[in-house]
């Protein structure tokens, strides 16, 4: 997955299928490396590449490529959650608009003297974990499904 997503994708798991967890490896060590188009070039490299393993990619609603599974590899694309207007693209996205308060945009100080305000995602990552139901991450339920259904192949 894209690198900050990874939290959010084991509270999901967590919530709806704890189970999973001793069937699944996350990988982590990635996080820096591994937006969307560095996630297309390692996708096409397990594509080719033999490998016992099933791979599965994840990406964000605002990734526009279709990807074709194969070769135990497979790609899974949040849908874009039409309901959130104030965040229209990211994991962020998945959430309701109720969430985004106000102290989760901070001004800060621009180069021409202005101010801006822009989402504290470190901020707003954390008061979503420490909030999680099955109602917040509802948007999440179509990923776990996918999951269980690449496990049953």
Known sequence: TEGNNISFIEKAIE???PELTSSID???NLKDRTGKNQLKTLFDFFI?????????????CDVT??????????????EKNS???????????????????????????????????????????????NNASKDLFKNFE??????????KK
């Open 48 to 60: 080719k590449m033999p490998h016992d393993n099933k791979v599965l990619f994840i990406y964000d």
């Open 65 to 78: 490529t279709k990807y074709e599974s194969a070769n135990e590899t497979y790609a899974f694309t949040f």
């Open 83 to 129: 309901e959130n207007e104030k965040v229209k693209k990211g994991i962020e996205n998945l959430f309701s608009e109720e969430h985004f308060k106000e102290e989760f945009y901070p001004l800060k100080d621009k180069d021409d003297g202005g101010v801006q305000s822009s989402l504290d995602k470190p901020k707003f990552e954390e008061y979503i974990l």
């Open 142 to 151: 179509p990923m776990i499904n996918e999951i269980k259904e690449i496990l």
């Open 15 to 17: 919530i709806f299928a």
């Open 26 to 28: 996350i990988v982590k």
